[in-house]
């Protein structure tokens, strides 16, 4: 015997993913219809730095030591400017990747990064710079951001240069960056590395 | 495509195939993980190009050679030296002289480096004071012959070693600081 039909409305109405839908469209509909009040937040975001420094190492035989000292930028020609925003406080942290310095191992002997900076208002020569040997003797040198946080998930074993907390505590200020990569002993490659590149990466994290 | 016949209607079954939910999950896993390692940093690049300074290595068999005479090998194109900056610096060092010395009453170990089929520059290497020599080169590829002269001590006993020159080369400065370098080497067996 075959069981009664229901009309089509009773039909349509029992499905439970039809009551899911209209339950949904009632909350939307009601909450435009209701009187509510409004918070909002306010926020700016200043771009760190605008520059996207890129310097050339050029073409080197292996096994070769290259007294040239290469530029990325100058203190009279900064390749970089970092704002600070008025009445904040930030560690600057620029590192190389682990997984960058895995590659550079194979491809240098020594290899060296020198970081520096200073205020856009100070004067001739009154810059902070620091150094490090991203691979000597043919071991990368591994350093631990201080503090490891900024970059969730990248993991412990980085290659990092802490540079000081730079604040700007009466208005916003701009920073003057630009690096250096001498020290270079390339390595007894067996195949041509072909054009490649490491990354510097630079973020800051407010005090 | 993702929906079943079931009499008249049609009904998603997406997450029912276990086998595409597992890679929707994936998906959305590795998203997670990789989305804060691309995100918040800016990226400085450096850029750098690295050709090996030797290539073409020539492969050679063990020499043997008999105690108390003089003789003589000559490998031609034993190698390609590849020098990419003018006034390039490469330097041929001549290693472990000390087991050479015990193996042998004179060895020279002359490098001559050709540019085509003219000789730009021969060095020969002899225990114990002219180990190292450099050549200062343009920018080319060269062609290296390697010949080696030796008189070999009246030993009583087989004995074997290895010959290794030692290559590296320094731009724009001169410097015997030993850092990182190819090893061209040769095999022998000394027979009484």
Redesign the interface.
């Known amino acids: 015997m075959k069981p009664p039909k229901f009309p089509f409305f009773s039909r349509i109405f029992l499905k439970p993913a039809f009551i899911v839908v209209l339950m949904f469209t009632l909350i939307i509909l009601g909450s435009y219809a209701a009187q509510y009040y409004a918070w909002s937040v306010g926020y700016q975001i200043t771009p ?2 605008t520059s ?17 000292v ?1 530029h ?1 930028g100058s203190e009279t020609n900064p ?2 400017t970092l704002s600070i925003p008025s009445g904040k406080t930030l560690n600057i942290y ?1 590192f190389i990747p682990h997984s960058a310095l895995d590659a550079l191992e194979n ?4 290899i060296r990064l020198t970081v520096y900076w200073k205020k856009s208002t100070a004067g001739l020569g009154e810059y902070n710079s620091k150094s490090i040997w991203l691979v000597y ?2 071991v990368h040198h591994y350093v631990s951001p201080e503090p490891n946080i ?5 993991g412990p074993n980085m290659n990092a240069i802490v540079s000081p907390t730079i604040s700007s505590a009466v208005g916003p200020e701009t920073w003057y960056f630009w ?1 250096e ?1 001498d020290g270079i ?19 800051a994290v407010e005090v | 495509m993702g929906l079943r016949r079931r009499g008249v209607a049609c009904e998603p079954t997406f997450f029912k195939d276990s086998r595409k939910s597992l890679f929707a999950i994936t998906f959305l896993l590795v998203s997670l ?1 990789l989305s ?2 691309t995100a ?14 030797i290539q073409n290595v020539k492969p050679i068999s063990s020499i043997n050679m008999h105690a108390g005479r003089h003789g003589w090998v000559n490998v031609t194109e034993a190698y390609k030296l ?4 003018n006034g ?1 610096n490469v330097y041929f060092k001549l290693m472990d002289t000390d087991t050479l010395i015990q193996h042998f009453t004179s060895l020279v170990v002359q490098i001559v480096i050709y540019d085509g089929l003219k000789a730009v520059v021969t060095l020969p290497l002899r225990f114990p004071e002219e180990t190292c020599k450099y050549a200062n080169l343009t920018k080319d590829n060269y062609n290296v012959d390697v010949r080696i002269n030796y008189v070999a001590k009246s030993l009583t006993e087989h004995v074997s070693g290895t010959i290794t020159v030692a ?7 001169l ?1 015997e ?1 030993v ?4 090893k061209w080497t040769v095999n022998y067996t000394i027979s009484p």
């Open positions: 760190l730095t996207v420094v890129v310097v050339d190492l050029g073409a080197h035989s292996g096994a070769t030591s290259v007294p040239t290469y990325g390749a970089a620029t491809h240098f002997y020594s003797n043919g900024g970059l969730d998930g990248v690096f990569v002993w390339t390595g007894a490659v067996q195949t041509s590395t072909g054009p490649t590149s490491f990354p510097i990466w630079v973020y | 993980f804060p390692q918040g940093n800016y990226t400085w690049q450096v850029n750098y190009t690295i050709v090996p300074l590849i020098v990419l900056k390039t290559i590296w080369a320094v731009e724009q400065t410097s600081e850092g990182t370098y190819y």
